[in-house]
C-alpha cells in the first residue's frame, strides 16, 4: 500500500482548511506531529494483524492482491489495444487517402510528360528564334515557362505524397507492431490471472475447511470486526485535522439522496443477524456479478486502500464531519489512499475477496466511527447507475 503518511501530509499541506491556522508553522508542525503518531499507531496494528494470521490467510492476502493487479494491468492493455486499434483505422484510411493521391498525381504528370514529348518534336530553341512576332514570342516564352512551372510543381507534389506515404506505411507497421506485443503481453496476463484464481481456490478451501474443523467461524469473525473497527478508530485519529473543502455538500445534507455504489439485491440489511444470531450485520451486503463497476457515494477522499482480513481488498472515504464509508470484497481497487474522488467516480468493482464464497459488495457508513443504517441515506441504482 502505498504510504498513507506521505499522502495525508501532503494533503495537509496542500489543502488547507478554512478557519484553518494552517499558515502559523508552529500549529503545523503540531498537526504533522499529531498525524504522524497516529499513522504509526495504524502501522503498529497491521503489523499485529499480520503477525496473528496463519500462512493461509497470507496466501489468500498475496493471491488477491495478485489479482487486483493483474487485472488492473489486464484493463490497461486492453484500453491501449483499443486505441491503438483506433490509430490503426486512422492510419489505413490515411494510407489509403495517399494512394488515391498518388494515383491521381501519376496520371497527371503522365499527361503532362505526354505534352511535353510533343512540344518537344520541335526543339524549345528553334521555336522561339522562328518567331518574328515579339509580342507571340513573349506569349510562347511565357507558356513554357508556365507549363515547365507546373510540371515542377507537380512533381514536387508528388514526391511529397510519395514521403507522407512511406512515413504513414512505416507508423502503420510501428503500430502493428506494437500491437502484437500489447496482445502477447495480454494473453500471457490472462494465462496467469487464471493460475492466481486457481491458486486462490486452493487456499480459500483449504482455509474455510480449518475455520469449520475447529469451529471457530463466530471467533474468526469477530477478530475481523475487531481488526476493523481497531483500523477505524486509528483513521479517525489520523483526518482529525484533516481538512476539507469548504464548498462543497455537506454528507449529511445528502440523507435519503444518495445512490448505493452498485446496482444489485441487499441480501444482508443493517443489523440482520449472521452466524447463529450471535452476530449482526453493521453494514449491507448488495450481491452483484463479479467486476461490476463500484462507485463512490459521495464526495471525499480515500483514507485506506488495502486488503484487510475478512474484509479483502477495501476502501474507505472520508467525507469530512465525521462521515466515512467503507467498501468491501472488491475484486479491483482503482483508487490509493490520498486520492479524491466524487460521487458517482468508479472506485473498485465487484468481486469475493476476503474469503467470500459470492460476488457483492459490504458496504457500511459511519459517523463519529459509530455504523448506522445504509438504507436511511441511500436509493437503489439501476444497472446504467441512475437512481
Known sequence: MKSVLLTLLITLVAVPAQGAET???????????????????????????????????????????????????????????????????????????????????????????????????????????????????????????????ARADQIAVYQNTIEALDQVTRNLAHQNEMLRVSRQDLQSRHTALELARAEKQVTLNSLNDAIRAAGAELQTREKDRERLEALLQRIIEGVVNLPTPGDTVPFAARRGELLYPVAGAITNT???????????WNGVFIEAPAGAPVSAVHYGRVVFSDWLRGFGLLLIINHGDGYMSLYGHNEVLYREAGDWVTAGEPIATVGDTGGQDRSGLYFEIRHAGKPTDPQHWCRARSTNGQA
Do not use: C, W
Not at 443493517?270 to 449482526?280: E, H, N, V, W
Open 270 to 280: 443493517f443489523g440482520s443477524t449472521r452466524i447463529a444470531g450471535k452476530l449482526r
Open 23 to 149: 499558515n502559523n508553522p508552529r500549529e503545523l508542525e503540531k498537526q504533522l506531529e499529531a498525524l504522524e503518531n497516529e499513522i504509526q499507531k495504524f502501522k503498529q496494528m497491521l503489523q499485529r494483524t499480520r503477525g496473528e494470521r496463519t500462512s493461509l490467510e497470507e496466501n489468500l492476502e498475496t493471491s488477491e492482491k495478485e489479482i487486483n493487479e493483474l487485472l488492473r494491468r489486464i484493463e490497461t492493455l486492453q484500453r491501449d489495444i483499443h486505441q491503438g486499434e483506433d490509430k490503426v483505422s486512422d492510419l489505413l484510411r490515411e494510407q489509403r487517402s495517399f494512394e488515391q493521391a498518388r494515383a491521381v498525381q501519376q496520371r497527371l504528370i503522365r499527361k503532362q510528360v505526354r505534352a511535353a514529348f510533343e512540344i518537344g518534336r520541335e526543339e524549345y530553341l528553334k521555336v522561339v528564334l522562328n518567331q518574328e512576332d515579339p509580342d507571340q514570342l513573349s506569349r510562347m516564352l511565357t507558356y513554357y515557362d508556365y507549363f515547365n512551372q
